[in-house]
């Protein structure tokens, strides 16, 4: 079974510094890999995925995320972060042939201005 | 396009009682997914949908929630009775068919909010 690990309850940082929120996975065969962020009293938006190919992945609003196949992280980043980033952000994993995604229990990122 | 729509927003019931909640997909999105956020956790998936078989009901709590998806568009998720540990995000979710890379990116609704006294 697929299963992922977001080791932080919660990612705080000034505004306009670099964002890491980090996420490990743990999955049998090669892994589909996805970022949603959570608004609050909205349904999840999907950031970005990683199937195949270039191990850097980037996405939505200047967010991107990088494949590590040694380390089994998908970590997600922002090079500068900006107060309307602060959300709750969700790391997935699923794998081919099955569409059930496993979430992580969630980061709560917080920019302070 | 029009997003995955979901109603009601809140519902508040007593313990024993029913609820039901409702789904509408994107259109043409043959599959869709009920999943249950509680809080402080990430999504965790109920039921799945291919077109108004179903594909995946192994998390689903079969003695008292149900789901449907009649003629394969919208779905109804029905909780009967409903007990305290319910309370949480219901979350309902479609995709492209499955197969192909693009099936494996869900889109969600806004969720509904049970609250369970």
């Known amino acids: 079974a697929q299963s992922v690990a977001q080791p932080e309850d919660q990612v705080n940082v000034a505004e306009g510094n670099p964002l890491t929120v980090k996420c490990t996975y743990s999955v049998s065969g090669n892994p589909y890999l996805f970022w949603y962020v959570q608004y609050p009293n909205r349904g999840l938006q999907f950031l970005l995925k990683?199937?195949?190919?270039?191990?850097l992945v980037k996405g939505s609003y200047g967010f991107e995320a990088e494949f590590n196949k040694s380390q089994t992280s998908f970590h997600l980043k922002k090079p500068s972060a900006l107060v309307s980033d602060s959300a709750l952000y969700f790391c997935?994993?699923?794998?081919?042939?099955?569409?059930?995604?496993?979430f992580g229990k969630g980061n709560q990122v917080v920019v302070i201005p | 396009e029009a997003g995955v729509a979901q109603s009601p927003r809140y519902k508040i019931i007593e313990k024993r009682q029913s609820v039901a909640f409702w789904c509408n997909p994107i259109s043409g999105h043959a599959t869709l997914y009920w999943y249950q956020q509680i809080l402080g956790q990430g999504p965790k998936l109920l039921i799945q949908f291919q077109n108004n078989g179903v594909v995946d009901d192994s998390q689903l709590p079969k003695d008292r929630f149900s789901a449907e998806r009649l003629k394969g568009v919208d779905s109804t998720l029905k909780i009967q009775p409903a007990k305290l540990e319910d309370s949480a995000v219901y979350l309902c979710?479609?995709?492209?068919?499955?197969?192909?890379?693009?099936?494996?990116?869900?889109?969600f609704g806004p969720g509904t909010r049970l609250t369970v006294t």
């Open positions: 990683y199937i195949t190919g270039d191990n």
């Open positions: 979710a479609s995709s492209l068919a499955t197969g192909g890379r693009a099936s494996y990116e869900q889109y």
């Open positions: 997935a994993v699923t794998y081919y042939g099955n569409n059930r995604l496993a």
